[in-house]
């Protein structure tokens, strides 16, 4: 279990990094960019997420 908790630690540091990165980015690129680039963007941010939702449900299920 001990092993789990520290993937998830690890798991939820490389995620904050990756939204600080494309929030980042996002501001970045409204400042010099059309705004579909933007859009690009703040999907990238949803899509990490919803890929995580689906990594933990998966997660969830294989262990029951």
Same mark, same amino acid.
């Given at each position: 279990?001990? +092993?789990?908790? @520290?993937? /998830?630690?690890?798991?939820?540091? =490389?995620?904050?990094? /990756? =939204?600080?990165? @494309?929030?980042?980015?996002?501001?970045?690129?409204?400042?010099?960019?059309?705004?579909?680039?933007? /859009?690009?963007?703040?999907?990238? =941010?949803?899509? +990490?997420? =919803?890929?995580? +939702?689906?990594?933990?449900?998966?997660?969830? %299920? %294989?262990?029951?």
């Amino acid at each position: 279990m001990s +092993n789990y908790s @520290a993937l /998830l630690s690890d798991e939820t540091r =490389i995620n904050r990094h /990756l =939204i600080r990165f @494309a929030l980042e980015v996002t501001d970045f690129l409204s400042k010099k960019a059309p705004y579909a680039v933007v /859009l690009y963007a703040h999907t990238f =941010i949803f899509q +990490n997420q =919803i890929l995580r +939702n689906l990594n933990k449900k998966q997660c969830r %299920s %294989s262990n029951n």
